[in-house]
Every structure is written in structure tokens, then in C-alpha cells.
């Protein structure tokens, strides 16, 4: 589930709690989180809703001016029209992991273990200390360079990428990528030998 940023300033101000989405399948459920730019997101609900019982509140409450301008956004969509109740739950806990500039032994060789093993399966063989060492190369260095220069696609590359941020060893810039502190700390003592 995305939201504009224009929507996620007004989420993390307490203004929008609501959204309304066409789905043939919901891809959140209650009880669930969703990590935005804001931070995390608790799901609290969500509930299918026929269309006609919606509100001028349910359209305030997803940052609309107006019922009409609600129903608007939603009328290109196919599927059930589902409610999602959520509220800020606190920042993304990656921000924190990624700011980590210091690794014991055990937290390197776990590192070390998660990433060699995503190699071992990599059909297009050993890739993450190679994507680590480009995006450590320059600050902003794009998906496409970096595919360019590993010889993968762009897509299945992002994909890649994602799985280090996941990690805390990556930031995505407006424009590519950089290693974060974390990912400069694990990247310096492989480099080191140890």
C-alpha cells in the first residue's frame, strides 16, 4: 500500500488515520504494520465497505476535501473497496540499524552467514560484496550503473538492493543509493580481512 508524501507529512501529523483502496485482494490486514517514510505504521482495520456508505468524515479522515474528491480518486480502480484504520506506530527501526557505525564479531559473521548465503543462491552468482563496494564507491551511484557494471538486470537488482536495506547496510538517496554507517562498518572489516 503507497501513499504520496504530500499524504505521509499529513499521516505523521496526526491529520489523515484513513484510506480507501480497490482491491482484488487486500495486501495489508489488521494487526499488521507498514513501514513508510514517516515510520511504521500499526494497522488497525480493514474493512470492506460498500461505496455508498462512505461520509464527508471518511473522506476528511483520508486527508480528502470532499466526499466527491474521494470517490473521484477511487473510480479508475477494479475491485472490493476495503477501509484501512492505521496510526503512526514509531520510526522505521532501520533508520536505527543503519546508524550502528560499530560491529562486534558475532553481529559481522551474521552479517557475513545472511550474505553469503543470498549468494549461494544467486543464479548469477556472488553479487553482495560487489553491489556493497559500488554503492561504498560513490554517494548517488544509480541501480542502472550498478547493474551495468555487475552485468543484472535493473529490476531484479533493486530487488537485491532492498534486501541490504533490509539489513541496515543501504539508504536510498532521491537519486540512488549510499552505504550507511552500518554498512561502511561491515564493509571496511571485509575489506580488512577479518
Given at each position: 500500500?503507497?501513499?504520496?508524501?504530500?499524504?505521509?507529512?499529513?499521516?505523521?501529523?496526526?491529520?489523515?488515520?484513513?484510506?480507501?483502496?480497490?482491491?482484488?485482494?487486500?495486501?495489508?490486514s489488521?494487526?499488521?504494520?507498514?513501514?513508510?517514510?514517516?515510520?511504521?505504521?500499526?494497522?488497525?482495520?480493514?474493512?470492506?465497505?460498500?461505496?455508498?456508505?462512505?461520509?464527508?468524515?471518511?473522506?476528511?479522515?483520508?486527508?480528502?476535501?470532499?466526499?466527491?474528491?474521494?470517490?473521484?480518486?477511487?473510480?479508475?480502480?477494479?475491485?472490493?473497496?476495503?477501509?484501512?484504520?492505521?496510526?503512526?506506530?514509531?520510526?522505521?527501526?532501520?533508520?536505527?540499524?543503519?546508524?550502528?557505525?560499530?560491529?562486534?564479531?558475532g553481529?559481522?559473521?551474521?552479517?557475513?552467514a545472511?550474505?553469503?548465503?543470498?549468494?549461494?543462491?544467486?543464479?548469477?552468482?556472488?553479487?553482495?560484496?560487489?553491489?556493497?563496494?559500488?554503492?561504498?564507491?560513490?554517494?548517488?551511484?544509480?541501480?542502472?550503473?550498478i547493474?551495468?557494471?555487475?552485468?543484472?538486470?535493473?529490476?531484479?537488482?533493486?530487488?537485491?538492493?532492498?534486501?541490504?536495506?533490509?539489513?541496515?547496510?543501504?539508504?536510498?538517496?532521491?537519486?540512488?543509493?549510499?552505504?550507511?554507517?552500518?554498512?561502511?562498518?561491515?564493509?571496511?572489516?571485509?575489506?580488512?580481512?577479518?
Amino acid at each position: 500500500m503507497l501513499f504520496k508524501q504530500a499524504v505521509l507529512d499529513r499521516i505523521a501529523g496526526g491529520e489523515v488515520r484513513l484510506a480507501f483502496r480497490r482491491w482484488t485482494k487486500p495486501t495489508v490486514s489488521a494487526g499488521g504494520t507498514l513501514r513508510t517514510a514517516i515510520g511504521v505504521l500499526a494497522i488497525e482495520a480493514v474493512d470492506e465497505v460498500a461505496a455508498g456508505s462512505l461520509t464527508e468524515a471518511d473522506a476528511a479522515a483520508a486527508g480528502f476535501g470532499s466526499l466527491d474528491a474521494l470517490m473521484a480518486a477511487l473510480g479508475g480502480h477494479e475491485g472490493k473497496l476495503y477501509r484501512i484504520a492505521f496510526a503512526r506506530a514509531g520510526d522505521d527501526p532501520r533508520i536505527a540499524l543503519r546508524r550502528i557505525d560499530r560491529l562486534d564479531a558475532g553481529e559481522q559473521a551474521a552479517l557475513a552467514a545472511r550474505l553469503h548465503a543470498w549468494d549461494a543462491r544467486s543464479p548469477s552468482g556472488p553479487w553482495t560484496l560487489q553491489a556493497l563496494r559500488l554503492i561504498g564507491s560513490r554517494d548517488g551511484i544509480t541501480a542502472a550503473e550498478i547493474a551495468e557494471r555487475l552485468g543484472v538486470e535493473k529490476l531484479a537488482l533493486k530487488a537485491r538492493i532492498r534486501r541490504l536495506k533490509e539489513f541496515g547496510l543501504t539508504e536510498s538517496l532521491v537519486a540512488g543509493y549510499r552505504l550507511s554507517p552500518r554498512g561502511r562498518a561491515f564493509l571496511e572489516t571485509r575489506q580488512a580481512g577479518t
